[in-house]
Each structure stands twice: as C-alpha cells, then as structure tokens.
C-alpha cells in the first residue's frame, strides 16, 4: 500500500477526509486541486472499492463537478448520455416526455444535448483511484483501520494537527457517530431492488421513471440494449424477488414493466435493499462537515442522491478555495459550508419524499392532482424546463425561463 506524504510548507492547510467511495474521493481531489493537503482515509482497500455492481445517473450540477476536476473529458467514453426521460403515471394511464430541448438556454455547457448521463461505478471509480494516486498533496490510507489517532479526528496519523474533517463515510458514518451529531431517521415502507438487465422496446437514449401503487421504478440506459433498473416496493417483496432464480425473476419483471419494454436477459444479481430518509443536523462540529450520505440520505426516486451529495463538495470546494485564496479563514469553512448547503438539502429531501408520498399509492383523494400535474407538464413547456432545471442544478439554483 502507498504511503506517501509530501512535507508541505509550513503555511500549508491540511485537512483529513475519512471515505474513499465516490463522493470520499472527489471531495480529497477537489481540496488537494484547490491548494490544501490531504488524507484520505477508507479501511477497504482499493479493490473492494472498485468492485461494485451499480450505476449512477448524472445531472448537469455533477457533470459540472467533474469538468471542474478536470474528470469529464477522461470519463466521457463511459457515459451514457439520454435525451429523453419518460415520466409514466401507471395508475393514471398518463405520460410526458421532458426533453433535452426543455431546458432552452438553461442547458449545460458541458454538454446541450443531454437531460443527464449514466455512468457505472467501476470506470467511474478506477479513474477517481488513479487520479488520487497522482496528486502528490494527497497522502492514501487505503484498507488500513485507523491507528490510536481515529479517537481525535482532528489529527492525521502523524499526529499533526488539521484544519478541515472531512465525514464521508456514508450513511453509517463512524465519524458521525464520534461526534456526537444527531440524524434524523425515517425508514421507508418499501425498499428498492437494482438489477440489470437487457431490454427490448426502449431507445438507447431513453430513461423512464414510472410511478406504481407500490412505489417508483426508474428504467435507465447503460448502452446498447443494457438498462439499469431501479425497483421499489415493500421490501419482504423485493427481498423474495432478490431470491428466485433468472427465469423465475425475469418472469416477476414483466409483469410490472410496461407494454414497450421486454426484459431478455439478466446481467447481474439482483439485490434489494431498504431506503430511509435520513438527515444529520447540524452538519458540522468544531472543524468536522458532514458530507454526502453521511449528511443525508433521500429515496432513489429521480436520481437525485448522488448529486446531491456532489453538490456538497462542489460547495465545499469553492470556499477550501476561498480559504486558500485568503478570503475566508479556515475556522469560518464549517459555518459558511453548513448554511450553504442546508436549503438545498432540506428542499430536495422534501421535494422526493413528496413524490413517493404522492404516487405511490391509488388514493382517491389524490389522483386529481396528480392528473392535474401531469396535464400541466404535458401542456407547457416551460413548466417542464422549470422542474428540469430543479432536477439538474438543484433547486437553489432553480432558473426560470
């Protein structure tokens, strides 16, 4: 295992991120590539965090991320980009189609043509490992548990003080727990199962997120005929699905799929798991932030987790920029970051808690609204442009048309 740590100049800033997955790794690049030394901490070694099955879809605020870190252009043989996104009312019978044309002069400069990317976790984390590996201000504790020093996270293993604490060590954060920071925790009746699989019926530039009484399913591209599911329902029900054979499973499958769209093949193991709503408040302590699932958590539904928690270090790394720059003493990083980011936090878990309250289920009371929402989107397309724009850039950075 690598054990480099470079001698800094005595002025330097340090700071320590404990976790190593996707968010872990961007949050350590984008403070070293802003003027600061770092270690980053995970006690799995590299391969178990290679070695992954699973896929993440990407908005325009990540793809921004990842172009400022320098990562969009090495990645893009890997992403999948999708043009269209189907949302379907199954209960309703109703759907529209938002477009990337929807969201007018608000697209992103990365790239104009696409609603979002999907991108698998494998290339995706090879590329974060190498990059670490190559920047000399990072120090890699990789499949190592922390020493005597993991009681103080307020030191490196070489006993040298830091200025930031980095948590972003996921929703069970061991770092959050030390430090005493409560969560708030609201388990899900239904839980979600992810599978891929080929599928017939869908354009390769497609996604689809169905509503269903039983819960949200989202259909999303990985190339060619390959689709990334994500399923949600009752959890002993996934977790039965989770144990039948192929056939059997393929079978279950589609029943719920709609008419277009055909499964054939199954490319991996299903797996099912539960899903909570859950937020730590407040976000930080002394010189510890709280960042990605460590902070919060939200139901798949709309792709939204992961680019929230990017939002985070993409956040965290314009004010280490500022503090390095002079403008913004260290001290001050964990409050500024703490009210930077809880609107956007607070509005995007009550924004996918709100969908999945609101759809799933055949309420009477309840379908008029949603006809109604729906009717709306289908008829004005600035509407659609509106709640695009929330789902790519957040909504704290909701531009109207």
């Known amino acids: 295992m690598r054990n480099r740590s470079p001698a800094p100049p005595a002025a330097a800033l340090r700071a320590r991120v404990f976790g190593a997955g996707p968010t872990g790794a961007l949050a350590a ?15 799995q070694p590299p391969q178990a965090l ?13 793809a921004e991320l990842l172009a400022a870190l320098d990562l969009w252009e090495p990645l893009r043989e890997h992403l999948i980009p999708f043009t ?57 504790s990789l499949g190592v548990e922390p020493g005597s020093s993991a009681g103080d996270p307020g030191k490196v293993l070489n006993a040298v003080p830091v200025d930031l604490v980095v948590a972003a060590d996921g929703h069970q954060s061991s770092r959050r727990k030390a430090a005493g920071i409560a969560q708030c925790q609201r388990p899900y009746l239904q839980g979600c199962l992810t599978v891929q699989v080929r599928l017939r019926g869908s354009g390769a530039d497609q996604a689809w997120e169905l509503f269903r ?37 393929l079978d279950a499958l589609s029943a719920v799929l709609p008419e277009p769209l055909q499964a054939e093949v199954l490319l991996d ?32 539904v709309g792709g939204q987790g992961l680019n929230l928690c990017w939002r985070d270090v993409a956040v965290l790394q314009d004010l280490a920029r500022q503090v390095r720059a002079g403008r ?52 004005f397309g600035w509407l659609r442009g509106v709640c695009l724009s929330a789902m790519s850039d957040g909504p704290c950075r909701l531009r109207w048309p």
């Open 29 to 43: 690049l984008a403070l070293a590539r802003s003027g600061w030394s770092v270690e980053l901490d995970d006690p």
């Open 84 to 140: 269209r996104l189907e949302l379907s009312d199954r209960a309703l019978h109703r759907q529209v189609s938002f477009m990337a044309s929807d969201l007018s002069a608000q697209r992103s400069r990365v790239d104009p043509e696409a609603v979002g990317w999907i991108l698998q976790h494998q290339p995706l984390m090879a590329l974060l490992l190498s990059a670490l590996e190559q920047q000399s201000a990072i120090q890699l």
């Open 50 to 62: 290679l070695n992954r099955s699973r896929a993440y879809a990407l908005t325009h605020s990540s």
């Open 213 to 249: 009484p039983e819960g949200p399913f989202a259909v999303l591209p990985l190339g060619g005929d390959a689709f990334q599911l994500v399923w949600s329902a009752p959890l002993p029900r996934l977790q039965r699905l989770e144990q039948l054979d192929p056939a059997a499973f």
């Open 269 to 300: 193991q299903p797996r099912a798991f539960p899903v909570a709503l859950e937020w730590a408040w407040p976000l930080r302590k002394r010189n510890l932030v709280l960042v990605g699932e460590a902070a919060h958590r939200s139901h798949p």
């Open 328 to 379: 913004l003493k260290p001290s001050q990083l964990p409050g500024r970051y703490v009210r930077r980011r809880w609107l956007d936090i607070t509005l995007v878990l009550i924004a996918t808690d709100a969908l999945v309250r609101l759809f799933s289920n055949r309420q009477p009371l309840l379908l008029p609204l949603r006809r109604l929402s729906l009717l709306l989107l289908a008829r």
